[in-house]
């Protein structure tokens, strides 16, 4: 019975049992992004952060610097996710995980069928108490996915290294926060009769505090929802779901001010009817520089470019559909 268990588990995650014979999870930081940490006063066994957005198909690194703020490395275009822009909530699905995710040595995966990768954490204290499910949620290479992110192997080789000596460095865990968009007032009033509104307006004010500070934004849980950087009387509630205490700390004065500043700039470009249509995705996106390799060169020539083994592309004809789908 357990050998059908881990079969199982096998089957329907980006998991793998194959020894890592070829030492891919070991090769060092490219030369190049070495020098590129030290243009930019960074170490390699600095603390780094990810941030992620579907819409735009892109995984940020960001590291800190000799100052002790975050300084944005390197953005790795992402050859495939899968689902639609919005959380996962169960297992099957096939939405790529959005929210906030703590990852520590032990989730790295040197074994992954899919090159490398990493366990995002999925589902989290939140989201678990939510009653989400699913399992084995990865940020892995190749171009293939069913709620994973797809970076190729040579993007999830740089990212693999950078994790791992920055872990080696005494970072416990670094923070991976999920977007469905970059954050701005323009893709807000685009998305704004999206039933995942309330939610994305929570993930934006852990995503504004980054933005005004540069710093890692403290995550809590609290009436069925994301808090940051609050400190509760009496402590945080011991379960997700329940009231939100006393705040014993006022919010940041810049970061209120970016909030109040984009809320209002939303409601302008609501008002004066600018705000372009959203789209809808059946079934996940691609960067549009994979997509342009998809229709010039084929399915199997981008295979070829993004797995070291070829892995084929996972539904490439919605990979293409994605931008012709209009939500209104």
């Known amino acids: 019975m357990v050998g059908i268990g881990v079969l199982a588990l096998m089957l329907s995650a980006c998991v793998s049992t194959v020894l890592d014979v070829d030492g891919k999870a070991t090769q060092p930081i490219p030369a190049a992004l070495v020098a590129e940490m030290s243009r930019k006063s960074m170490s390699p066994s600095a603390p780094i952060l990810i941030r992620i957005f579907k819409q735009e198909s892109e995984l940020e690194i960001w590291k800190r610097d000799r100052k002790g703020q975050f300084a944005l490395l390197k953005t790795y275009p992402m050859c495939r996710w899968s689902g639609k822009l919005g959380p996962k909530t169960r297992n099957g699905d096939r939405q790529a995980p959005e929210g906030f995710y703590h ?45 994973c992110y797809a970076l190729t192997d040579e993007g999830v080789a740089e990212i693999y290294a950078v994790a791992r000596e920055a872990l080696r460095g005494g970072q416990a865990a670094f923070q991976v926060q999920a977007f469905p968009f970059r954050m701005t007032p323009q893709n807000m009033a685009k998305n704004r009769n999206d039933p995942n509104v309330a939610f994305w307006t929570d993930l934006k004010r852990g995503y504004d505090i980054f933005e005004v500070s540069r710093r890692q ?26 009231a939100c205490p ?36 059946a079934d996940g996106g691609m960067h549009p520089m994979f997509r342009t390799l998809l229709e010039r060169n084929g399915e199997k020539a981008l295979a070829k470019r993004t797995s070291r083994t070829s892995v084929p592309i996972s539904r490439p004809e919605a990979a293409l559909a994605d931008q012709h789908s209009p939500r209104e």
Do not use: W
């Open 217 to 242: 934004p403290k995550v809590s849980h609290c009436g069925g929802r994301y808090v940051f950087d609050t400190e509760f009387e009496g402590g945080e509630p011991r379960s997700p779901l329940a």
């Open 246 to 281: 006393p705040a014993l700390n006022p919010p940041d004065p810049a970061v209120a001010s970016r909030i109040e500043a984009d809320r209002l700039a939303t409601e302008v470009l609501l008002a004066n009817g600018s705000v372009l249509t959203a789209h809808a995705y």
């Open 103 to 147: 990852v520590n040595a032990g989730m790295l995966n040197p074994n992954s069928q899919y090159y490398l990768s990493f366990n995002l954490g999925y589902p989290n204290r939140l989201e678990a108490a939510l009653g989400y499910s699913g399992e084995a949620l990865m940020v892995h290479g190749a171009c293939s996915s069913s709620g």
